[in-house]
């Protein structure tokens, strides 16, 4: 068995605050080259909406004082806009040998519309700084890109598309953010093949267009509005907020199209997809350097502008993120205390005070700080967290059962992980249960006086030996409330049974109430995708015949086998109480509750037949091998 170890402040796992003598935790930098200035006019764009000074530019003194500001602590570099190259040739020039001279800096990216990229342009970075990272906005195929053009209304898409044909001529690989609006939303699979058509890409990020807050147009110089000011007023009279926006739930249901065909169509080889490559990579345990799914947040993200403020994340409304002038900064001491007395950060991170008690923290990351103050407006906080768990329900779903993508769309097998959730040896444990001549030596098995069954004999988690039905102790090992449940799993479906548990109040005692479990383990990846969708017909059709204090929830978890340190990906079937009614009210019900159960299992079969969650008619069968590729850390 193992456990895990929590530090004293929950928060603190979502929510890293900026530490000054924490100096090996890297800071990214948004550079803000020119403010909000831009030689186009996406009807979208945040920058624009902000009160940020536009026309200036930050200057090579500015990114010296910068970096002093920071010293040896790893600088992450970002020159952004408005449009950066707007800045010119010449200063943009001054600005790579600035950072090319800063030990510190150990990153530096760019993000671009692309309309002015060239080839004088890539001369320069090639001369100056030629491990610069190009990133450019595109929101996928040309019908996507509806809301990016230009000042007069026109289309920028044709532009955009040259010049990533022009960075595949240079040998140039770059990444490509797209906004994911109404234009893509059931087409995820024609906007990511469009994208990976391009030999220059090698990354994609599908960012969401939550605005349904925005009710406002952007301000306007002039008493005479350009053609793309109009169109934006247009959008903006629509009933379910701005045209360009779409909901958490839309946004979800994106990700996880694309998610399965970049793993169907195999741009997984060649292709960095976010953000289902950080779900995986959280889903397995790993480390991402994405903010959204990391606990260096907005404590460690900081953005500068031409008239020398300099803030927190960019995405954050401004001025409301700023913290300081940057030649009024002292040192990173006064930065902390900015930090701290910020009311935007500290109404952000109480925003995700509800994030520690929740299953999916050590996955979600938390999500984004500044999406969540946005969401927050709207008065529909739950309907972000919704989407993360779904999104993460969906990914954790295609790591499971790779060759059977359907069961991204089942909502009712979520992502449960158990902890601790070990084996002694799984791999002997699953050959003996399908040989009956096997060897199967006595065990010891003691009841609790609350009628726990293991080998000690106490109440609450203690060690059991794994037993199978050719066993001739299989009948007393089980825990009598539970047996009907272990019968139609192992007798009806044929399945293999890793745990069960009859459920235990413990009055009187000092630990916490067990529920009534069984869990499954698959021998197979196709054996897990028929399971998980057999569970889900069978539940969704008792749910109305349960007792009111009961529910069922299906849960996706692994099993570790303590002998290899490999797992096995398992399924649990879990009657719990309904939120609301307690425990004695569980308890005096749970036994109505498994009889239902137990004959809704006995009117299904583990069969080749989908689950009751509908899903696009675009989802195909992946290649099993490819799938497991793809679902590899990163």
Not at 206 to 211: A, L, N, Q, R, S
Request: hydrophobic share 40%; glycine share 8%; proline share 7%.
């Amino acid at each position: 068995m193992h456990g895990t170890t929590d530090q004293h402040d929950p928060m603190a796992h979502l929510y890293r605050g900026f530490d000054v003598e924490d100096a090996d935790s890297a800071v990214s930098v948004i550079l803000k080259l020119r403010g909000e200035t831009c030689d186009i006019d996406c009807l979208y764009c945040y920058e624009k909406r902000k009160e940020v000074p536009g026309g200036a530019r930050i200057d090579a003194g500015q990114v010296r004082r910068l970096t002093e500001l920071f010293p040896g602590r790893p600088l992450a570099v970002e020159l952004h806009g408005g449009e950066p190259l707007t800045a010119g040739r010449h200063h943009i020039a001054e600005v790579l040998r600035e950072l090319a001279s800063q030990p510190g800096v150990v990153r530096v990216s760019m993000q671009t519309n692309g309309v002015l990229l060239d080839g004088q342009w890539l001369d320069l970075i090639d001369a100056l700084y030629p491990q610069l990272q190009i990133g450019i906005s595109l929101d996928g195929d040309e019908a996507g890109n509806a809301w990016r053009v230009g000042y007069d209304g026109e289309a920028v898409y044709p532009r955009v598309a040259a010049a990533l044909r022009l960075l595949a001529e240079r040998g140039r690989r770059v990444g490509v953010i797209a906004a994911v609006t109404p234009t893509v939303l059931g087409r995820a699979e024609a906007v990511l093949d469009h994208l990976a058509g391009f030999e220059a890409v090698n990354a994609v990020s599908f960012v969401p267009c939550f605005d349904a807050s925005v009710q406002n147009p952007t301000a306007s110089q002039g008493q005479r509005l350009p053609a793309s000011r109009l169109l934006q007023r247009a959008a903006l009279r629509g009933p379910q907020g701005p045209g360009w926006a779409t909901t958490p739930d839309q946004y979800a249901e994106f990700v996880l199209a694309a998610a399965i065909r970049w793993i169907s169509a195999g741009h997984f080889t060649r292709l960095n997809l976010e953000p289902a490559v950080s779900t995986i990579r959280r889903l397995r345990g790993l480390g991402t350097g994405f903010c959204h799914f990391s606990n260096l947040k907005c404590d460690h993200v900081f953005t500068l502008y031409p008239d020398g403020r300099l803030g927190s994340c960019d995405e954050l409304p401004w001025p409301q993120a700023q913290l300081a002038l940057l030649d009024q900064t002292l040192g990173q001491s006064a930065v902390v205390a900015a930090q701290r007395r910020l009311p935007l950060l500290n109404q952000g991170k109480a925003l995700m005070r509800r994030c520690t008690t929740c299953a999916y923290r050590s996955t979600c990351g938390g999500g984004c700080v500044a999406t969540r103050w946005r969401q927050d407006q709207t008065g529909d906080q739950d309907a972000y967290c919704d989407y993360r768990m779904r999104m993460i329900d969906g990914i954790a779903a295609l790591l499971a059962q790779p060759a059977h993508p359907a069961g991204a769309w089942c909502r009712r097998v979520r992502l449960r992980p158990r902890t601790p959730n070990s084996m002694r040896d799984v791999v002997s444990f699953l050959a003996r249960w399908d040989h009956a001549e096997a060897d199967r030596p006595h065990v010891q098995l003691r009841t609790s006086s609350h009628d726990n069954i293991n080998t000690v004999g106490l109440p609450g988690v203690h060690e059991a030996d794994d037993l199978d039905p050719a066993h001739p102790q299989w009948r007393e090992a089980i825990e009598p409330g539970v047996r009907p449940l272990v019968d139609a799993v192992t007798q009806d479906w044929r399945l293999i049974t890793y745990d069960s548990c009859q459920g235990h109040p413990y009055p009187g005692l000092d630990l916490p109430p067990a529920e009534r479990r069984v869990g499954i383990l698959p021998r197979n990846r196709t054996e897990y995708a028929r399971a998980a969708a057999a569970l889900c017909r069978a539940i969704t059709a008792v749910t109305t015949d349960l007792p009111a204090a009961v529910q069922v929830a299906i849960g996706r978890a692994e099993l570790t086998c303590e002998t290899t340190g490999r797992t096995s990906q398992v399924l649990d079937l879990v009657l719990r109480p309904r939120p609301g009614d307690g425990w004695p009210a569980y308890f005096d019900a749970v036994d109505a509750a498994t009889r239902a159960v137990t004959d809704a299992l006995r009117g299904e079969r583990p069969t080749e037949d989908g689950c009751r969650c509908p899903a696009p008619q675009s989802t195909a069968p992946i290649d099993e091998e490819a799938a497991w590729v793809a679902s590899q850390p990163r």
